[in-house]
């Protein structure tokens, strides 16, 4: 197997290990608690921990190189495949989760609902803003939708802190 492509599997992989055990420790707070602003923020202080792997996975694959040489877009390749592997196995991960608990978007809908009402919006403001949210709900129901909503909630991080690591970490 080429050093990338295993670098990308071995790294992808642990990142995504850490993003799960993350999001059982924390699933308490988002289900049995209802407080899905808190999920929101540990799910993503648990996606830059994860992707933490990046760095350590460019630099393990640029000490492979002789003379421990790696050009920035080298570098970023690796980042990117590492990034890639890690979303792929995040959103199969979410695709699953959700076919078991659909009614997890419910109530997150639902609550998201609550605030609106709540908030200091116009009658016809707050009317837009909920047709928008149910139209919303109504499209996450197609696979192809979720997906891609899965896909941007941590694709943009792990671009980011590919880029990031590839700066810090190529040499000439």
Request: neutral net charge; glycine residues 6%.
């Amino acid at each position: 197997m080429k050093p990338m492509i295993r670098t990308a599997l071995i790294y992808g992989t642990i990142a995504t290990a850490i993003i799960t055990l993350f999001f059982w420790l924390t699933h308490t707070f988002w289900i049995e608690e209802n407080d899905f602003s808190m999920g929101e923020i540990l799910g993503y202080v648990s996606m830059i921990l994860a992707f933490t792997m990046i760095y350590f996975g460019v630099r393990s694959y640029r000490n492979l190189q002789p003379e421990q040489k790696i050009s920035f877009g080298k570098a970023f390749l690796v980042g990117l495949a590492i990034t890639i592997v890690a979303s792929v196995w995040y959103v199969i991960g979410w695709m699953i989760y959700y076919q078991q608990n659909p009614e997890i978007m419910n109530s997150f809908f639902e609550q998201s609902i609550e605030q609106v009402k709540q908030g200091d919006l116009s009658t016809a403001e707050m009317q837009a803003k909920i047709t928008e949210m149910e139209e919303f709900q109504a499209s996450y129901q197609k696979p192809l939708v979720r997906i891609g909503f899965t896909l941007m909630e941590i694709l943009p991080m792990g671009l980011v802190i590919s880029l990031a690591s590839a700066l810090i970490l190529k040499r000439k």
